[in-house]
């Protein structure tokens, strides 16, 4: 078990630009969740994967947000013409789903998005 | 829809204090339910969480929390904490469908 990888660490861009964003879930881990935090915050969820189908997309995540699970394992999540607002730092969990439905989330390190 | 409110924003105790963490959560049906603590300049995991059976949960470092089902509540305590429990913690609840709900957290400082 190597953990919840993500990458960069930090990302500083001017606002308008775009950003990707990586996120390699425990290997044997088919489910996998993009979450955005603000000072103060608990972890907010965005967007929910199982394998490489995106099952659920939370309100918060505008138009200019895409994710995408290509092939079930990695996972990218893509901002477009960044505003101050999205600054943030974004969170990558996984799980894995079978017998026990609930498995809690492991996360990763997070993505710290600062948009100036 | 589900939510997810801690009572406390900043605790600060001493070592040896009992620590007590509120949590209430709003669903009306079947919930799972968490806390997760982030030590500083690490990542969020898991210190304990309840399915079903006994209400009272122990998780890793002593920890316990206890589910009262008719109070919509899921607090945290320890009998005696230590500075290596300064965090922050989160309580969490996950009922239907696969998206775990935060609360925004309590930071926790143990003065030695």
């Known amino acids: 078990d190597t953990g919840v990888s993500q990458d960069p660490r930090h990302k500083i861009t001017k606002r308008g630009q775009n950003v990707t964003f990586r996120c390699d879930p425990i290997s044997e881990h088919n489910r996998l969740y993009w979450y955005r935090q603000t000072l103060g915050q608990g972890p907010e969820f965005l967007t929910y994967f199982q394998n490489e189908a995106q099952l659920e997309k939370s309100r918060l995540l505008s138009d200019r947000f895409s994710a995408e699970r290509p092939k079930g394992s990695f996972s990218t999540l893509e901002i477009q013409r960044t505003e101050q607002g999205d600054s943030a730092m974004y969170l990558c969990a996984s799980s894995l789903a079978g017998a026990e439905h609930n498995s809690p989330l492991h996360f990763g390190n997070g993505t710290r998005l600062t948009v100036t | 829809a589900q939510s997810v409110s801690q009572h406390n924003h900043h605790v600060i105790l001493s070592e040896a204090a009992s620590l007590e963490l509120g949590c209430n959560y709003s669903y009306g049906g079947t919930v799972n339910l968490f806390w997760y603590v982030q030590y500083p300049g690490q990542h969020l995991q898991l210190l304990l969480k309840y399915f079903s059976g006994d209400p009272l949960v122990k998780g890793i470092k002593g920890f316990e929390a206890e589910f009262i089902k008719s109070k919509f509540s899921f607090n945290l305590r320890k009998p005696s904490v230590q500075w290596s429990d300064t965090a922050e913690y989160f309580c969490?609840?996950?009922?239907?469908?696969?998206?775990?709900?935060f609360g925004a957290g309590t930071r926790l400082f143990v003065k030695a």
């Open positions: 969490a609840v996950k009922g239907g469908g696969f998206k775990t709900i």
